[in-house]
């Protein structure tokens, strides 16, 4: 058994995964749901597998550094923490349908990294021969996936918020019935977010403490860093508004989808299209 094959068998258990939460949206049979969020915690329990499968592969070879140094490594931890926060999300809140539009997150990312990144093994750069690594990645990557999850949630939100807009009488049991009420889907897409914000100050501060161990500053406004003090700031306007000015409904739910689509620019827009510090995130 590789790790590489238990990749695989995850990026195959996450397609399941979503293929069932949206029958269950279209059938509304509960059996559906359950296999749905079922079969996610077989893949998160399979790449768990595999991301420390990879990291004692990475011993064997010599390198010993864990599963987190170049933009395969990565894409495939942010699809094991999108499922993780879903997972945590699901086993409090127990809203199944969130599934479907969680799900392709985390398939996405699995998908292109077996797909399209070179999955290779290499020796880590020397700014990376730091136990910073561990700490910056793991708190900004599960940041990220509390992002995500409000962005599914705000999807959600802006789709049953237009349809009672439009007074559509969809019976209870219809579609819209499937989505929690607007009041619990504006709540929880607060509440995933005041987990990933501090998340992600906490993974600006180990970035910026590791920076300094690797390079001898602090803060350098590297484009990574640039853009990361971007998101954190749209994040901070979203609490702030909602706090001071009592934003909820639509304009929380458009701010949490423009502040995924910035997180999503600074982890792999920076990486792929921009030069500097953080170049060796770009992948081959």
């Not at 070879?61 to 599963?67: F, Q, S, T």
């Amino acid at each position: 058994m590789t790790s590489s094959l238990l990749f695989n068998v995850t990026t195959f258990t996450y397609l399941v995964s979503m293929l069932l939460f949206f029958a269950f949206l279209a059938s509304r049979a509960k059996a559906l749901g359950t296999a749905g969020i079922v079969t996610a915690y077989a893949g998160l329990l399979a790449q768990t597998g595999a991301i420390l499968l990879r990291w004692k592969e990475s011993y064997d070879m010599g390198y010993g550094h864990a599963p987190l140094s170049n933009l395969y490594e990565s894409v495939v931890f942010f699809s094991w923490t999108i499922v993780l926060i879903f997972a945590l999300l699901d086993l409090k809140y127990k809203y199944r349908v969130i599934g479907a539009f969680v799900m392709p997150f985390a398939l996405l990312g699995m998908a292109w990294a077996q797909l399209g990144l070179h999955s290779g093994i290499e020796p880590l750069v020397p700014a990376l021969q730091s136990n910073w690594l561990l700490y910056h990645v793991v708190t900004c990557f599960l940041g990220y996936a509390a992002f995500a999850v409000a962005c599914g949630i705000s999807i959600m939100y802006l789709i049953k918020a237009g349809s009672e807009e439009r007074g559509d009488s969809t019976p209870a049991g219809g579609l819209m019935g499937m989505f929690p009420p607007i009041r619990v889907l504006d709540d929880l897409n607060y509440r995933a977010i005041m987990v990933g914000f501090p998340l992600l100050t906490l993974g600006i501060i180990t970035g910026a403490a590791w920076a300094n161990y690797a390079w001898g500053t602090y803060w350098s406004w590297d484009p990574k860093e640039t853009w990361s003090l971007i998101v954190w700031f749209v994040y901070a306007a979203f609490l702030h508004a909602r706090f001071t000015r009592g934003w909820v409904g639509k304009k929380a739910a458009w701010l949490s989808i423009i502040g995924f689509a910035a997180t999503i620019f600074c982890y792999l827009g920076v990486n792929l299209f921009l030069s500097g510090l953080h170049s060796y995130g770009g992948g081959k």
